[in-house]
């Protein structure tokens, strides 16, 4: 299990080239606490290492006089932040307070008046752009109206011109004979630009007849 | 027989756990002296008299609770301390009888070897400099700051006492001379 676990954590799957492109950085090099001693390091008995008396002496004067310098300006330093915020305290009074609140309202409602002048020259732009355009597309849906009018109005007159030539009830009989007085004969050929290739009889109106 | 070869990692300790002691004693050894070795290394001596001995539940490091009397570098406590979390080391020394008037011989209240340390010490070279560009006051101290205990064996100097011992804010004076050959110090 170790083992799979030092992939990951050791510097041992660095890809050893001589590129550096094949370069990996690594965070952890060593294995952390919560893994199980390493196979070879199961058998290994640390060194015990134990300070000549010289040394032990003077390295725990050091230490004790460095503790206590870093505990003493450690203090120091809370009761001056401490005492700080005590004189902040103490002086701010009621007054003060109303005083900096009128003081602060005031700069707001400056603040406000200068936004507002320049909404209220923006809003006007604003609106006069959006008059123009509603012109603008009104005067568009006008012409295209007057256009499409003059497509159905055409259309309409094709139609009152083609409606002259419908079958209705006073004409059918007309008709009927029209088409009993011409017999249409499709049998014929056409050559390759789609004309007959045959005379036509001309159409007798049943006033020939 | 065979030679016995310790493996492993040394220790500090050395003696018995305190169940090894106290539990092939009379009575569990109540009114007897047991001395921890570690403390063995102050001149002064400390021991332990068992008054009261429980017995906890068998696990892989046997405790117990004991009820001891306990003096510490010659200083006797005011109430009598339980010992649980610590009886399971063997560190353990029973004095024998003989040895017991010897040994709890000397109790005092107040030690000889006491530190009295100077209540003030010098700021640090660049905020003592800030410190006198606000305040004017050249002569600025720091005051010490030291642990509070009831067993410690240094204390801030009061009014009208003389300190043995100012705590310097530089290398101050070393303990031994010889790793400094060569240094004025």
Known sequence: ???????????????????????????????????????????????????????????QRLNNNYRTQVNSIRRYLIKEVEERQKMFELQETPADEEAEFQRCFVMNQEWNQEIAKGRISRVEGENEKRREEILLNLEKRKQREEVILHHVEERVKLEKDVAETFITRETVDR?????????????????TNGKRSDIVEE??????? | MSAIKLIGRKTDFKGKSLWEILGNLKNFGENRVVVRSMMERYPEKSFMRVLQVETLPNEENRKIRVLVEKVFRGRKYDKPVWIEGASYKTDY??????????????????HENIKLIDPKMEFPPLLKEFLIKETGNKDIKLDVFLKRGHNKFYKLAKEGETPNITIPMNIGKPASQKLYKGLDL
């Not at chain 1, 952890?28 to 040394?55: C, G, M």
């Not at chain 1, 008709?175 to 050559?191: M, R």
């Not at chain 1, 159409?203 to 007849?209: R, V, Y």
């Not at chain 2, 020394?93 to 107040?110: G, H, I, M, N």
Request: proline residues 7%; hydrophobic residues 35%.
């Open chain 1, 1 to 59: 299990m170790f083992r799979n676990y030092q992939k990951l954590y050791t510097i041992n799957n660095l890809s050893i080239n001589q590129n550096l492109a094949g370069l990996q950085s690594v965070r952890w090099r060593r294995k952390p606490r919560w893994l199980p001693t390493a196979p070879s390091k199961v058998f290994k008995v640390p060194e015990r290492h134990v300070l000549p008396y010289d040394e032990k002496i003077e390295w």
């Open chain 1, 175 to 191: 008709a009927i004979e029209i088409a009993l007085a011409n017999p249409v004969d499709f049998n014929y050929s056409i050559d």
């Open chain 1, 203 to 209: 159409q007798k109106s049943p006033e020939n007849l």
């Open chain 2, 93 to 110: 020394r029973l004095l024998s009888k003989k040895e017991e008037a010897d040994y709890c011989k000397v109790q005092t209240t107040e």
